[in-house]
């Protein structure tokens, strides 16, 4: 049997997510590149004051619906040694940024 940590409830995951739906289509985000803010208008976006992006919920459920499958990420570094292949199911303990003797 594989150990399994729960830091949150099912309820607060989902308080959590509603949370950042709501901060991300009613606050939105400043984005300064208008490349990206090109990007963001076509796929559905709303674009405010110039440069504030605000993502409807139904967009980001469409995204995340679209997104390919896997099974874990890669968490980039600046140096491409010390990128972290992190696995879904797996606990990893990572020291942070700090400074390598």
């Known amino acids: 049997m594989k150990p399994r940590l729960d ?8 308080l959590i997510h509603n949370s950042a739906l709501w901060v991300l ?7 300064p590149s208008h490349e990206a803010l090109d990007i963001m208008r076509n796929a559905g976006a709303k674009i405010e004051a110039e440069d504030t992006v605000k ?4 967009l980001v459920a ?3 619906e679209k997104a390919p499958k ?3 990420f890669i968490q980039y ?8 292949t ?6 990893c303990v990572s020291p ?4 390598k003797d």
């Open 96 to 99: 942070g940024n700090a400074p």
């Open 25 to 31: 289509s009613n606050i939105g985000f400043q984005m």
């Open 86 to 91: 992190l696995l879904t199911g797996f606990c």
């Open 7 to 14: 830091f949150l409830s099912q309820e607060e995951q989902e």
């Open 62 to 64: 469409y995204a995340v």
């Open 77 to 84: 570094a600046r140096v491409p040694p010390d990128r972290a």
């Open 70 to 72: 896997s099974n874990g």
């Open 55 to 58: 993502i409807p919920a139904e």
